[in-house]
Structure formats: C-alpha cells, structure tokens
C-alpha cells in the first residue's frame, strides 16, 4: 500500500470536498437528534481541523475519506484474504435475499449514513418510508445463499489482518490531510463562516423587536 496512491486519493478526495462545500447552505431544519457514528470523535475532522465546521460540512469530507480507506480494504481483501473475502460475499447474498431493496446505498457522500428517511412528526404519519418499502420487499425475496465459511479460526485471522490494513491506510489518509489544512480553512473562512454569520444576524434580527430593527 504505497503511502503516495492514498495521498493522491485524498488530494482527489479534497479536491472534491472544496468543488461542492459552495453549495452547501446553513440548515434551518428541526434538530432530528441522531448521532452521527461516522463523524463523532472521527481522527478525520481532527485531521482537518473541521472540530468547529457544520456537522454536513465534516460528513461530506468524511465519508469520501471512508470511501478511500473502505475501497483499499476491499481490494486487499479480495487479493489476499480469500476466506474473509468469501465470507462477505456470502453475507452480502444474504442481505439481497432478505432485502432486496436498499435505498440507503448509493447515496451522495454528504448523505450517507444519515438515514434515508426524517424524523417522523407527532401527529403527522408519513404514508410511505423508504425503509418500510425496504422491509415491504424484503418478505417477498428468495435467494440462494453460499454456506458460511467453516475454517473460523483462519477467518479471524484474515479479520484482523483487514483492521489492520484499514488502520494503516486511515492512518496515511489522515496524515495526508493534514497537509491540505491551509486549504480546508480558506474554504471554511470564505464560504461557511459568512454565511453562518449572515444566518445569525438574521436569527437575532428576528429575537429584536420591530422598533429596534434597521
């Protein structure tokens, strides 16, 4: 795993985050109130100095830094460890086979991991989810699943040797993003920052009443 092909993944990976952060724009939505496992105490914001950034804006880096360390660990499993690599094959059939439907995959990297569907509102029943048509197809499916893997022992073997891979090449990427710190804060300072100020301004305009307003 040549540390230079994860900094240029990374630099990519930036490259990408500063192409779309323009986009990005304060949400005024209600607090659903999930926690984030994927950006929650992530050596990735810290590594970028995103610790104070909107939590939309820390996810969108994050998850494509995830999506470097997963397709390095995916294609090392498939080189090289042959018995986990099989293993998840047969796990991945039988999520086919018992939910068909996923429209949690595939997603935006801003939107992944944050659920497919809002928070429900008391008194205000949804018709429709996307997870409950996933659930709906799910009872209908069949597939035929491969055995599960018989040799346990070697399979935690090759288990750990997978984390192992996944914390070096999460360990390179991090330290790869380190080195675009200049550049995460100029996106930060020229597009977030003036539009969180111009977003509390008009909350506190909105607090005054009308005879102190401009």
């Known amino acids: 795993m040549p540390d230079g092909d994860i900094g240029a993944r990374v630099d990519a990976a930036v490259e990408a985050w500063l192409a779309w952060l323009p986009r990005w724009t304060p949400s005024t939505a209600r607090n659903a109130g999930r926690v984030c496992r994927k950006c929650l105490g992530s050596p990735v914001v ?4 995103l610790g104070e950034a909107p939590h939309k804006v820390q996810h969108t880096l994050v998850s494509r830094i995830h999506a470097i360390v997963d397709d ?5 499993t498939g080189a090289e460890l042959p018995l986990l690599h099989a293993e998840l094959e047969r796990s991945e059939a039988q999520k086919r086979a018992t939910r068909p439907y996923r429209p949690e995959e595939g997603l935006d990297h801003e939107f992944e991991g944050l659920g497919v569907d809002p928070e429900p509102v008391p008194g205000e029943p949804y018709l429709f989810t996307l997870a409950g048509l996933a659930e709906e197809e799910a009872r209908d499916a069949e597939a035929s699943v491969p055995p599960p893997v018989t040799d346990r022992e070697r399979l935690r073997l090759e288990i750990a040797l997978a984390d192992d891979r996944a914390a070096a090449v999460g360990r390179a990427a991090c330290l790869a993003l380190v080195d675009h710190r200049g550049r995460i804060d100029e996106g ?3 597009v977030v ?22």
């Open 46 to 49: 810290a590594a970028a100095g």
């Open 72 to 76: 390095e660990v995916d294609a090392y």
């Open 188 to 190: 930060l300072r020229l």
């Open 193 to 214: 920052a003036p539009q969180l100020d111009a977003m509390m301004a008009e909350l506190d305009l909105g607090l005054l009443p009308p005879d102190f307003r401009a």
